[in-house]
């Protein structure tokens, strides 16, 4: 039986004093997760017409590569390269699916 391809989800909120810093941070992202086994893309979306709203969408194989990334050194470190302080980015949702259909 072949798994479900896998999608997560996340919502975020972030000052609209710190949104050109985390738009910066994701162009020149670390990239260690475009290597990792079962990862198939990244989508980062933002809402023209709400500054402080971005959607990151990623792509994988199955649940449990997504799983194994996340509680990688490679997450952690990318994630250290995210501005922090009053103006970082903060989680409003997140969501995971299976994809049923294409």
């Known amino acids: 039986m072949t798994e479900t391809p896998f999608v997560a989800v996340s919502v975020l909120t972030v000052p609209a004093s710190g949104r050109e810093a985390l738009v910066a941070a994701f162009a020149r992202r670390l990239g260690a997760v475009d290597t990792w086994p079962g990862f198939q893309g990244l989508q980062v979306w933002a809402d023209p017409r709400d500054v402080t709203a971005l959607v ?11 799983t ?18 009053v103006d970082r980015a903060r989680p409003r949702r997140f969501r995971r699916y299976e994809v049923i259909a294409r």
Not at 56 to 66: G, K, L
Not at 72 to 83: K, Q
């Open 56 to 66: 990151m969408v990623s792509w994988w194989d199955t649940e449990a590569s997504f």
């Open 68 to 85: 194994a990334y996340m509680q990688s050194g490679d997450h952690r470190r990318s994630h250290d390269r995210i501005p922090g302080g």
